[in-house]
């Protein structure tokens, strides 16, 4: 899932974003887990996904002060993948989609669920999670199509199989 964010994303709004696999904002955009200034803590997922994309110092400042960052803070601290001019905005996340669909739909959720898994342990449980996706890869038609593609200097045409 990619998140396009132009304007305020805060509170649950900035929680939503966080679940997405990748984010693009504009450069008007701002983020944070103001929850703290009307009485609450974020209840969305906030105090689990942010520390895990900018660090536990990071995080409890931004939930326990209430804060707002810029889209250009976000970026440097890892929340954000990438910020771009506002007119920009659509047309950069539609192009990642595009990117994205190009590649075999099998291999980015053994991916996605490789790190999502591996995030949830220690080192060496996550990199045999990542040996058993990988191993699961060689089973597939979009890897043998993947191959037979590079063989003949094509691009492949994965079909999710």
Avoid: Y
């Avoid at 536990?56 to 939930?63: D, F, P, S």
């Avoid at 996605?112 to 220690?122: S, V």
């Avoid at 060496?124 to 999670?129: D, I």
């Amino acid at each position: 899932m990619i998140a396009a964010v132009n304007g305020l994303a805060v509170g649950g709004g900035c929680e939503i974003v966080l679940a997405c696999d990748l984010i693009v904002a504009s450069e008007s955009a701002q983020f944070g887990q103001t929850e703290v200034n009307v009485g609450l803590i974020p209840g969305w997922g906030g105090t689990q996904r942010l520390p895990r994309l900018v660090g536990r110092n990071k995080a409890k400042e931004l939930i326990f002060t209430g804060d707002r960052i810029t889209a250009s803070e976000a970026e440097r601290v890892g929340m954000v993948n990438k910020v771009v001019l506002p007119a920009k905005l659509q047309e950069t996340a539609l192009e990642l989609a595009k990117k994205l669909a190009s590649k075999s739909p099998i291999m980015l959720m053994l991916a996605k669920q490789a790190i999502n898994r591996g995030l949830e342990m220690d080192l060496e449980s996550g990199l045999a999670e990542e040996v058993k996706a990988f191993r699961l890869c060689f089973t597939t038609h979009d890897f043998k199509e993947g191959l037979t593609a590079f063989l003949e200097k094509r691009q492949p045409k994965f079909e999710g199989k």
